[in-house]
């Protein structure tokens, strides 16, 4: 077998094939289906500071090749999370990590405080594709002044693994990228999802409750790996590649294109098991072209 294992900043995986935030529960839920140890880590869905109730349905809406959501960040907060859900997965044998939101900078530093806490929680992700509230409902991650400034109040209070999750709704991701870099991100993992609609023609309205929603899965994946390619070229830290990754040859594109660890979405919700056929499908495949270690093809695209 060929060497799996990566490090992300601190954090070494043991194969670098995660589940996306919000495609994946908090794992528990899909322990009957996969083995959750042979994952080399899973990234919870969404929690913040405090419960929010998420966005009126439907919030989720079936497109070519894709699918469309406005889930609204539905969770129970992050006390929550720290009292029930950590005492389930605390003893599982992988990496558990945190995908974490919020409404501004402060609120995203107290959220990941109490996650640094959780001894057996290595990492956190930062979402910044969250409106900012304090400045009209722009995203954090629309700017790269409003992106370093969560990543800055976090790093104050939070020690451990930083991977900050970028938009795609920019006109420079690589500047973003960068920007949260020097604020001391040790990681990026990209992409979110893109802004999309789909309209009903009999009813004349769109198919999502709030109009518009998150575009994921094959469709995306072209962009996904374009952007890859264009931030692991303008940072020194490590980049998590994700968008509409189904296959291990999925896969290996991103880590070509200069990903050092994956994440895999929406294919969770049409095969449960994805991620470890993903990850044996490329095992296979560097044995097949006599490579000794994942390592030997990450960034090989110039």
């Given at each position: 077998?060929?060497?799996?294992?990566?490090?992300?900043?601190?954090?070494?995986?043991?194969?670098?094939?995660?589940?996306?935030?919000?495609?994946?529960?908090?794992?528990?839920?899909?322990?009957?289906?996969?083995?959750?140890e042979?994952?080399?880590?899973?990234?919870?869905?969404?929690?913040?500071?405090?419960?929010?109730?998420?966005?009126d349905?439907?919030?989720?809406?079936?497109?070519?090749?894709?699918?469309l959501?406005?889930?609204?960040?539905?969770?129970?907060?992050?006390?929550?999370?720290?009292?029930?859900?950590?005492?389930?997965?605390?003893?599982?044998?992988?990496?558990?990590i945190?995908?974490?939101?919020?409404?501004?900078?402060?609120?995203?530093?107290?959220?990941?405080?109490?996650?640094?806490?959780?001894?057996?929680?290595p990492?956190?992700?930062?979402?910044?594709?969250?409106?900012?509230?304090?400045?009209?409902?722009?995203?954090?991650?629309?700017?790269?002044?409003?992106?370093?400034?969560v990543?800055?109040?976090?790093r104050?209070?939070?020690?451990?693994?930083?991977?900050?999750?970028?938009?795609?709704?920019?006109?420079?991701?690589?500047?973003?990228?960068?920007?949260?870099?020097?604020?001391?991100?040790?990681?990026?993992?990209?992409?979110?999802?893109l802004?999309?609609m789909?309209?009903?023609?009999?009813?004349?309205?769109?198919?999502?409750?709030?109009?518009?929603?998150?575009?994921?899965?094959?469709?995306?994946?072209?962009?996904?790996?374009?952007?890859?390619?264009?931030?692991?070229?303008?940072v020194?830290?490590?980049?998590?590649?994700?968008?509409?990754?189904?296959?291990?040859?999925?896969?290996?594109?991103?880590?070509?294109?200069?990903?050092?660890?994956?994440?895999?979405?929406?294919?969770?919700?049409?095969?449960?098991?994805?991620?470890?056929?993903?990850?044996?499908?490329?095992?296979?495949?560097?044995?097949?072209?006599?490579?000794?270690s994942?390592?030997?093809?990450?960034?090989?695209?110039?």
């Amino acid at each position: 077998m060929a060497k799996l294992n990566v490090n992300i900043g601190g954090l070494e995986l043991k194969n670098p094939v995660m589940t996306a935030s919000g495609t994946f529960g908090y794992g528990v839920e899909f322990q009957d289906f996969v083995s959750l140890e042979d994952i080399g880590g899973i990234i919870v869905k969404g929690t913040t500071l405090n419960h929010r109730e998420g966005n009126d349905y439907p919030r989720m809406a079936e497109t070519a090749s894709g699918m469309l959501n406005c889930v609204g960040l539905q969770n129970k907060g992050v006390d929550y999370f720290c009292e029930h859900i950590y005492p389930e997965i605390k003893d599982i044998k992988t990496n558990f990590i945190v995908n974490v939101s919020g409404s501004s900078p402060e609120d995203y530093g107290e959220c990941a405080a109490r996650i640094n806490d959780l001894e057996n929680i290595p990492a956190i992700e930062l979402n910044i594709s969250c409106p900012n509230v304090k400045h009209g409902g722009m995203a954090f991650g629309t700017s790269a002044e409003g992106a370093a400034s969560v990543v800055r109040e976090v790093r104050k209070r939070y020690g451990k693994t930083l991977i900050v999750k970028l938009s795609p709704n920019v006109t420079d991701i690589a500047e973003i990228a960068r920007a949260v870099e020097a604020e001391g991100a040790d990681s990026v993992s990209l992409i979110n999802t893109l802004m999309g609609m789909a309209i009903d023609i009999e009813k004349r309205k769109s198919l999502l409750s709030i109009g518009t929603g998150g575009l994921s899965g094959p469709a995306v994946k072209p962009v996904a790996l374009r952007m890859v390619h264009q931030v692991s070229k303008a940072v020194k830290i490590p980049v998590v590649g994700l968008g509409g990754i189904c296959t291990a040859k999925d896969a290996i594109e991103f880590f070509m294109a200069g990903a050092t660890a994956i994440e895999i979405g929406t294919a969770n919700f049409l095969d449960p098991a994805v991620t470890v056929k993903v990850r044996d499908g490329i095992d296979q495949w560097l044995d097949s072209h006599g490579c000794e270690s994942i390592k030997d093809i990450i960034g090989v695209i110039e």
